[in-house]
């Protein structure tokens, strides 16, 4: 069975750092592309990042330059270091698999608070 | 990148059908069919729906559709369901290499 599990989260004051991990399984983690995609309470969902199976990486400007995403196949894991946190930054944090364009596998997320 | 615009809300009865637009720019939704659907109850992750705009994952029931004329893009709900009443995001691939999701629409079951 495919899942994603996150981990990391939690609170940190402004300013500050902070590194998500999610643990892949149930599928050939090397091939895939993978996401965070995250939501603020109340909110909607926000892309911020994705790696590619060949290791490229794009990001959201709310993020390009604090943030930082990266891979460990043989760990089937995809990180996020997420630096300079602001308040905005609060919200859960899920990693999520890329197939076809879209994201068709999604981990149960972790939430971040960013608040002094 | 700004958010694709979706009504905040739409309703409908069992049984009936409901549609929901997500509107982009041809620098996203316009340009790729690469729009895809999600559909989130309360507390829980995001689940695909629909993909490439009317490509349906295996499991989602053919009462879900989706379609797109132009910058809009849309999905159908047919044969409403309790079960639907949910809130639903969609999503595109945009030319800047990224991804922008609809400001999500709550979908209740009268």
């Known amino acids: 069975e495919l899942q994603l599990v996150e981990s990391g989260g939690g609170l940190v004051q402004p300013g500050g750092s902070l590194r998500l991990s999610c643990v892949a399984s149930?599928?050939?983690?090397?091939?895939?592309?993978m996401n965070w995609v995250r939501q603020a309470p109340g909110k909607g969902l926000e892309w911020i990042s994705y790696?590619?199976?060949?290791?490229?990486?794009w990001y959201a400007d709310s993020v390009k330059g604090r943030f930082t995403i990266s891979r460990d196949n043989a760990k089937n894991s995809v990180f996020l270091q997420m630096n300079s946190l602001r308040a905005e930054d609060t919200a859960v944090y899920y990693c999520?698999?890329?197939?076809?364009?879209?994201?068709?596998?999604w981990g149960q997320g972790t939430l971040v608070t960013v608040s002094s | 990148q700004s958010a694709l615009t979706q009504p905040p809300s739409v309703s409908g009865s069992p049984g009936q059908s409901v549609t929901i637009s997500c509107t982009g720019t041809?620098?996203?939704?316009?340009?790729?069919?690469?729009v895809s659907w999600y559909q989130q109850p309360p507390g829980t992750a995001p689940k695909l729906i629909i993909y490439?705009?009317?490509k349906r994952p295996s499991g989602v029931p053919d009462r879900f559709s989706g379609s797109k004329s132009g910058n809009t893009a849309s999905l159908t709900i047919s044969g409403l369901q309790a079960e639907d009443d949910s809130d639903y995001y969609c999503?595109?691939?945009?030319?800047?290499?990224?991804?922008?999701f609809g400001g999500g629409t709550k979908l209740t079951v009268l």
């Open positions: 149930g599928f050939t983690f090397s091939g895939y592309h």
């Open positions: 490439e705009v009317s």
């Open positions: 041809s620098s996203d939704v316009g340009i790729y069919n690469r």
């Open positions: 999503s595109s691939f945009t030319s800047s290499t990224t991804w922008v």
């Open positions: 790696v590619g199976s060949g290791n490229n990486m």
């Open positions: 999520a698999k890329d197939e076809d364009w879209a994201f068709d596998s």
